[in-house]
């Protein structure tokens, strides 16, 4: 997950934190940082490069079965019929 996120979205819940608390937000931040980045990962996200990755295989994947029913349908209409 990105880091930079992370700790974006943990300096955001800190200023929503009222003034007299914030004396305490280093702490504040880190616990917020550590909260999302356990969430986060129980969620099993995958970066956007390895999504868009699986994607591409998933297209190569398409489209060599498309090739390979194409090619039975063509072997099969060759074939002689049996009664």
């Known amino acids: 997950m990105d880091t930079k ?3 974006e979205l943990a300096r955001k819940l800190v200023a ?5 608390v914030r004396a305490l937000q280093a702490d504040m931040e880190q616990n917020f940082r550590a909260l999302l980045e356990g969430g986060l ?4 996200l995958v970066t956007r490069e390895e999504f868009d990755v699986q994607q591409r295989v998933l297209e190569r994947s398409r489209e060599k079965l498309q090739a390979l029913e194409a090619r039975i349908a063509e072997l099969e ?4 019929r049996s009664h």
Request: net charge positive.
């Open 41 to 44: 990962a129980r969620m099993n």
């Open 16 to 20: 929503s934190v009222p003034p007299g």
């Open 77 to 80: 209409s060759r074939a002689p």
């Open 5 to 7: 996120l992370i700790e």
